[in-house]
């Protein structure tokens, strides 16, 4: 999902060294290369200012990494509950293939604006947080229904300005990833949704784990990075990925920085 807030980090001697990750709520993080420097945190990144000539650049490398983040988690949900229905699996298996493409499509833009695989720092937080969960439930709620949820509202907004702006080849790259993503929060969503129907005790255990979820993402981004960055709800695009109406809604709220309860 996009998460490129175009404000760069505050002065590090200023803001202070801000304490440890806290270990127990991250996995470890995923292999790379020796072309890859891994950072832990966003500030720790180069966040590169909208104006700057090279902020393109390093937004498609920062989003290729994060779709092998996807390919990863995916290929984990495989792997790790080899015990889980067939159903879910197949479409584990199509995420999996769908997320490839996107890292290399998202290569090929990198490559083609002048980037290369390795420039910039990367964060690999999507794989740490999400395969810190133990069950599936808790992975499809972190990875599918909640980043990928916000992704669809990113790439959305993103595919808009990138047309706006006369790109229209890039911003149809971007219309052919939304789709896809839509369709990866929809079949979690309906698996979900069926779980809890028959065990309404796994509506308690999500709470749960996304209240981890969000304590572990805030240490990674820390308030500089999300404080008045949210993209604006992308509502047809929630309601074709299995939201209600009524959770629309309270996104948009979200996003808009205040609920009506
Ligand atoms: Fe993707
Ligand atoms: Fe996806």
Wanted: proline share 6%.
């Amino acid at each position: 999902m996009p998460d490129s807030p175009s404000n760069s980090a505050p002065d590090e001697a200023a803001a202070g060294s801000p304490a440890p990750l806290d270990p127990s709520l991250f996995a470890p993080g995923p292999a790379r290369d020796a072309r890859f420097v891994v950072k832990e945190r966003w500030r720790d990144c180069v966040n590169l200012p909208a104006d700057d000539p090279l902020h393109q650049v390093e937004f498609l490398h920062r989003q290729m990494n994060e779709e092998v983040n996807g390919l990863e988690c995916s290929a984990r949900g495989l792997s790790d509950f080899p015990e889980a229905d067939w159903d879910i699996r197949m479409w584990l298996a199509r995420q999996c293939a769908d997320e490839a493409r996107h890292a290399l499509m998202f290569r090929r833009q990198l490559e083609g604006h002048g980037g290369h695989v390795g420039q910039f720092p990367v964060l690999n937080f999507q794989y740490r947080i999400i395969t810190r969960a133990e069950t599936l439930m808790g992975r499809l709620t972190i990875q599918n229904r909640t980043f990928e949820a916000g992704g669809i509202d990113a790439v959305s907004w993103v595919a808009e300005t990138t047309r706006s702006a006369g790109e229209s080849a890039l911003a149809d790259f971007f219309d052919s990833q939304l789709a896809d993503e839509i369709v990866h929060v929809r079949f979690a969503n309906e698996w979900i949704r069926r779980r809890i129907r028959d065990d309404p005790r796994e509506l308690l255990r999500m709470g749960a784990t996304m209240t981890l979820a969000a304590k572990a993402f805030e240490q990674v981004m820390g308030r500089e990075a999300t404080e008045g960055v949210s993209y604006p709800t992308d509502r047809p695009g929630r309601l074709e990925a299995g939201f209600t109406e009524q959770e629309v809604t309270l996104a948009a709220e979200l996003a808009r920085g205040h609920t009506s309860s």
